[in-house]
């Protein structure tokens, strides 16, 4: 923590620690990760892939789990961001694109994928009051959501430029394209919008209906 008299007579303080960027840096990568494998697991749900395996409620549970720790791991991110300031990027900024003043257009880019990750939450939390065609294009959002986050951490991550940094990223994005790849070769399971067999699990099981994942 810093201060400084500001003119005016004003007393500013600055709240910044190498830990906190470790833990904005680390948790970034992580919720990357995160968001990795749960479009990877839902595209396992969609398609049957592993046959009778690995069971559709284990996948399904694994799915809605790794899904809450991808949005713990964003909201860390997002706090870590905000509070140290080092870097000039504000509450608006985390959530309103093109309106921070550091490295602007990779920071909406992130931004961008952190506001599509909240509209996939919500949908599913609102699933029951939403037309089914916004639902399902509301969910289809969670790959274009990957993307923006995959180009974010390129763009502004430090390590995503080391050699880890660009395994781990490049890991990820593989994973997505080769599960993406093993989806459009199978034909895709049709759940109905309000299966119980999966809406039944609760709220934040996985729904996939033509192509298009849940992100919960």
């Known amino acids: 923590m810093r201060g400084w008299l500001a003119p005016g007579g004003r007393i500013v303080i600055a709240l910044t620690s190498p830990y906190i960027w470790y833990t904005s840096r680390i948790s970034g990568v ?3 990760v995160m968001l990795t494998l749960v479009i990877v697991l839902g595209i396992l749900i969609s398609t049957r892939v592993g046959g ?4 559709r409620f284990e996948i399904t549970e694994m799915h809605r789990s790794i899904s809450l720790v991808a949005m713990i791991f964003v909201a860390i991110h997002v706090v870590t961001t905000v509070i140290d300031t080092y870097v000039n990027i504000n509450w608006i900024s985390a959530v309103v694109p093109l309106t921070s003043s ?3 257009l990779p920071v909406a880019i992130g931004t961008v994928a952190i506001d599509l990750m909240l509209a996939v939450w919500l949908s599913s939390l609102l699933k029951e009051r939403i037309d089914p065609r916004a639902w399902r294009a509301i969910h289809f ?11 974010h951490s390129y763009l502004v991550g ?14 990820c994005v593989a994973v997505v394209l080769l599960g993406g790849g093993s989806f459009s070769g199978t034909k895709p399971t049709a759940l109905a919008y309000f299966d119980d067999s999966v809406s039944g699990l609760d709220i ?5 209906f033509r192509g298009v994942i849940s992100l919960r």
């Not at 009778?52 to 069971?55: A, E, S």
């Open 102 to 104: 550091y490295k602007r």
């Open 30 to 32: 992580i919720a990357l």
């Open 141 to 151: 959002s969670s790959y274009a959501s990957f993307v923006a986050a995959a180009v």
């Open 204 to 208: 934040g099981a996985p729904v996939k």
């Open 52 to 55: 009778r395996r690995v069971g």
């Open 158 to 171: 430090t390590d995503e430029r080391s050699l880890w940094g660009l395994i781990v990223l490049g890991s």
